[in-house]
């Protein structure tokens, strides 16, 4: 254990930003072994595991296997996912759904006969059986108020909510291409200071990256904050061109970053147009089934074809009884914008959900820097491949964070502590910085994302994009270098970059592949291009 008193430079064991279910995991994990400093943007139930409507995908039914389970994530993945990585992930999953169980997570639960019950099992998309173990419509809400109850129980964990990471600490090591990190300067949002956190292990949980588009189903923290950390401080980063576009979010004005989940067409929701006619059974044999890539590909041609604004989601053959059951959360919050879905159709268009690339890291979460581990929807595991099957994020999230923090115990143990890393140099951020031209910035970059960078692409019109996002990032640059810190001005900065490496990576992809369709390149080419897109930050 490290103790410290100076509260603008804290010591500590683990430090965890973002307190999301990856981060959670491993600080409940890693509180065994040491002192935990966790790092929240906001409250500390505010993240992208919160707005999980869906759940966790895992084998648990008698008709299920750890093969099909397998196969199904690898086929909607497009099999540019590392089958190792799958095979970790679908065989340990079971064993960390459990592990919720007995933290208080309360799944919804079916009866077997009078007396006894088990976990009830839906079926989402690309899922060939019923697998997803679910709290109603509000799974990731539920697992959240469980793990954050538990963390709050440990005393050797402690979370510091409105702060921000500025940027990792590091240091050279005798490999150039392996800096060692040594923590990270963070911005304390509401006292508008900086504060140093030094640390034997640091994890980046800090989650996805939605808001640099436009139109997303994510909360306003999602700002590709861990992406930006662990480029600029030379890890490597793949894959950021499989940006997964959720086929169904509420379209009404007052309902933005609400999706309407997956398991609604999963439980029998059907997928329509104005008229009433339906279309998904023209581009693939799963129909309204069919991995998300698809069901948003199509949503987009049918809308460029018809005109319209959105499609509808029908579930009114499911019953009020069995919509308020299954969908309480969905039913309220439509209701409560006067759409009754147990009665009207839900109209719906697609919405940047979920990244699939991240900074990449190994079966341990460990990334190129040392003692840099990163877990979550930041980290890019392999698992996910071209295109994210449904309910294996939360997944995915538990698994590696808790592979994470068994690896990251051992460096606690045998890894002194470092303290001599300077305090960030605050004194030379005191130029004013109107918020006003920071917002008009991250607006002008979303639409350039939304416009330039979506659901389907070509080459001209990513060139524009990264033109248009070079010149944004030059002037977020020049602001924050003589800037004072706000969160809104390192948001930004954390977003310009994530951009610039979305349309870098989709530029170097010369082929249409899950989540990345480009016009130029309509054809998946399994010859030249069944591997990662990587990038690196070059020079200093």
């Not at 100076?6 to 600080?27: H, M, S, Y």
């Not at 963390?151 to 510091?160: N, P, Q, T």
């Amino acid at each position: 254990m490290t103790h410290n008193t100076n509260p603008d430079r804290i010591t500590c064991d683990f430090l965890v930003i973002g307190t999301g279910i990856a981060g959670l995991t491993f600080a409940l994990k890693a509180a065994d072994y040491g002192e935990v400093v966790m790092v929240t943007k906001k409250n500390d139930t505010e993240s992208n595991t919160n707005y999980a409507q869906g759940g966790i995908a895992a084998v648990m039914g008698s008709d299920d296997s750890f093969e099909l389970h397998e196969e199904d994530t690898m086929r909607a993945g497009v099999y540019l996912c590392n089958r190792e990585a799958v095979r970790i992930l679908v065989r340990e999953g079971p064993d960390r759904v459990r592990e919720l169980m007995e933290m208080g997570v309360r799944f919804t639960q079916e009866m077997i006969d009078e007396e006894h019950a088990r976990v009830a099992l839906g079926r989402e998309g690309g899922h060939s059986r019923r697998r997803i173990v679910h709290a109603a419509d509000l799974t990731g809400r539920e697992v959240e108020r469980a793990l954050v109850h538990q963390a709050k129980k440990r005393a050797s964990i402690r979370i510091l909510e409105n702060n921000m990471a500025i940027g990792l600490i590091t240091r050279p090591s005798e490999r150039p291409d392996r800096p060692v990190c040594l923590g990270a300067h963070i911005f304390d949002t509401r006292a508008a200071r900086t504060r140093t956190v030094l640390s034997r292990v640091t994890v980046l949980s800090t989650g996805g990256l939605g808001r640099t588009y436009l139109h997303t189903t994510n909360p306003d923290i999602a700002t590709g904050d861990g992406v930006a950390l662990s480029y600029q401080a030379g890890a490597r980063i793949a894959n950021m061109e499989f940006i997964q576009f959720h086929p169904t979010a509420l379209f009404h004005s007052q309902g933005e970053s609400f999706l309407i989940s997956e398991a609604v067409r999963g439980e029998g929701g059907v997928l329509r147009l104005k008229d009433g006619s339906t279309f998904m059974e023209k581009y693939h044999e799963m129909g309204c089934l069919a991995p998300r890539d698809i069901v948003a590909r199509a949503i987009d041609a049918e809308l460029k074809a018809s005109g319209e604004e959105c499609v509808w989601l029908d579930v009114t053959h499911l019953g009020e009884e069995r919509i308020r059951e299954r969908f309480p959360n969905i039913h309220e919050k439509c209701l409560s914008l006067g759409i009754d879905i147990a009665r009207e159709w839900i109209p719906v268009v697609p919405a940047a959900h979920y990244a699939c690339g991240g900074v990449m890291t190994d079966d341990r979460g460990r990334t190129d820097i040392e003692r840099l581990y990163a877990t979550g929807e930041v980290s890019c595991t392999g698992v996910h491949g071209a295109n994210r099957l449904a309910s294996n994020s939360l997944l995915e999230a538990l698994v590696f964070s808790h592979r994470a923090a068994e690896d990251s115990a051992a460096v606690v143990r045998e890894i002194p502590l470092e303290t001599g890393a300077p305090d960030f140099p605050e004194e030379e951020h005191c130029e004013p910085v109107p918020l006003e031209l920071v917002k008009e910035l991250m607006l002008r970059l979303r639409t350039v994302m939304w416009v330039y960078v979506g659901i389907v692409r070509t080459t001209e019109r990513l060139r524009e994009a990264l033109r248009e996002v070079s010149i944004i990032a030059a002037r977020a640059e020049e602001l924050y270098c003589r800037g004072r810190l706000s969160r809104e001005l390192l948001e930004l900065r954390s977003m310009v970059t994530a951009a610039e490496l979305i349309v870098r990576c989709a530029l170097m992809r010369k082929e249409s592949r899950g989540l990345h369709y480009i016009l130029d390149y309509p054809n998946r080419d399994d010859e030249r291009w069944l591997k990662d897109t990587v990038l690196r930050k070059e020079g200093p």
